[in-house]
């Protein structure tokens, strides 16, 4: 029965991108899409890097200095990476969501990449790392602390709630949202306003996807509920 399940799940996605692929203004978005989400994370991975090599700001946050850090980066990624797996199952069932999500994150990895270069910081002092598994087995093994404002996992988190319109998949990626910001400020791998600004500029990073397609590829269709 299950068996049977996936194999409608997958033969549903093969026949969406078919017919999404098989007009050309599809293919024409698609391929601006995929060089846009691509640059901007190439720009984001170096941008990351020159930050970690200055100094800069650092301040006491009065919500940090009530608690100890808790290490809980295993739990943190779990929550993280199950989110990320659900809503990439989700999009590759629909091909123009998928597009634009694509765009969307590109949108979002730009205003990162504006923020971590016009506002350096340095780590909280009492920082427990957080050490992404898949980075280490699979990366440069280099951890990065300096990527603080704004809060990326957060960000990216609450990003998968705009992107769903499924009333059962909103209240997951909300959740998974909360508790990821929730887990980074346990461990102190962020400052207060890291986490609480990250789902303002998931949210104009929607926007501006939903303008950026209204006004050059003339796309008026779905994502108008927010």
């Known amino acids: 029965m299950e068996r049977a399940k996936q194999k409608g799940l997958w033969s549903n996605a093969r026949d969406a991108w078919r017919e999404a692929l098989g007009s050309k203004r599809y293919r024409w978005i698609f391929l601006f899409s995929a060089i846009f989400f691509a640059a901007s994370n190439y720009l984001l991975v170096h941008v990351l890097a020159f930050s970690e090599l200055r100094d800069g700001g650092e301040f006491r946050d009065p919500f940090l200095s009530l608690f100890d850090p808790i290490d809980i980066t295993w739990f943190t990624f779990?929550?993280?990476?199950?989110?990320?797996?659900?809503?990439?199952?989700?999009?590759?069932?629909?091909?123009?969501?998928?597009?634009?999500?694509?765009?969307?994150?590109?949108?979002?990895?730009?205003?990162?990449?504006?923020?971590?270069?016009?506002?350096?910081?340095?780590?909280?002092?009492?920082?427990?790392?957080?050490?992404?598994?898949?980075?280490?087995?699979?990366?440069?093994?280099?951890?990065?602390?300096?990527?603080?404002?704004?809060?990326?996992?957060?960000?990216?988190?609450?990003?998968?709630?705009?992107?769903?319109?499924?009333?059962?998949?909103?209240?997951?990626?909300?959740?998974?949202?909360?508790?990821?910001?929730?887990?980074?400020?346990?461990?102190?791998a962020h400052y207060t306003i890291d986490v609480i600004a990250a789902p303002f500029f998931s949210y104009a990073a929607y926007r501006l996807t939903v303008l950026y397609d209204r006004e050059f590829f003339g796309i008026r269709e779905t994502y108008e509920r927010y």
Do not use: N
């Open 78 to 188: 779990v929550v993280t990476y199950a989110a990320t797996a659900t809503i990439a199952v989700y999009l590759l069932l629909r091909p123009k969501r998928f597009v634009f999500g694509m765009q969307a994150y590109a949108w979002m990895a730009i205003f990162r990449v504006w923020a971590i270069y016009f506002l350096p910081l340095d780590p909280p002092e009492t920082i427990l790392l957080l050490d992404d598994p898949f980075t280490q087995a699979f990366g440069s093994g280099v951890i990065i602390t300096k990527d603080l404002f704004f809060s990326g996992h957060t960000s990216t988190a609450f990003l998968y709630f705009l992107l769903s319109d499924r009333r059962d998949l909103r209240s997951y990626f909300l959740a998974s949202g909360i508790v990821v910001g929730a887990c980074v400020l346990l461990q102190h």
